[in-house]
Each structure stands twice: as C-alpha cells, then as structure tokens.
C-alpha cells in the first residue's frame, strides 16, 4: 500500500483540498485527517506513562538479557 502524508492549515472547515497527490486517475483512496494537536497530546501523555512505568520495582530488576528474549520471542511470535 503506498502512503502519502500532506500537512495543511483548515482555511474552511467545511471543506479541504489537496492538491499535488501522487495518484493516478481513477484509484482509489483512504483519507483519514487527525489534528496535530491532539497527536502531540498522546504523544505527551504516552512519554509520562513510559516514565512513571520505567521507575516500578519490577521493571528495575529485567536484565538485559531478558528485555533480548523478550524481543526474540515476540519476534518469533511466541
């Protein structure tokens, strides 16, 4: 699947227009539109979330060896 991102400024917020996609006529296309703000808040609260979990007792204690064969097995599906 090919993907294209294009990042523009809501002038009417009844309608929007992109131009220059790299489409041929005639293919057919999903359009999802998601504001950048509201990426930059889960994006914030995601970073908090991994420090607060980064400081539990029990992730203290994992080896890097374990954190390996955690990364091999969910690899190999296991």
Known sequence: MKAYRQQIKIDDP????LTGLPF????????????KRRKADQ????QA???KTQQ??????ISEEE????????RNNE
């Open 67 to 74: 954190i390996q064969k955690e990364i091999e097995n969910f």
């Open 49 to 51: 979330l991994f420090q």
């Open 14 to 17: 009844n309608r929007v227009i």
């Open 24 to 35: 041929p006529v005639g293919e057919e296309v999903e359009i999802i539109v998601q504001s």
């Open 43 to 46: 994006l914030s609260r995601i």
């Open 56 to 61: 539990l007792p029990q992730v203290r204690s």
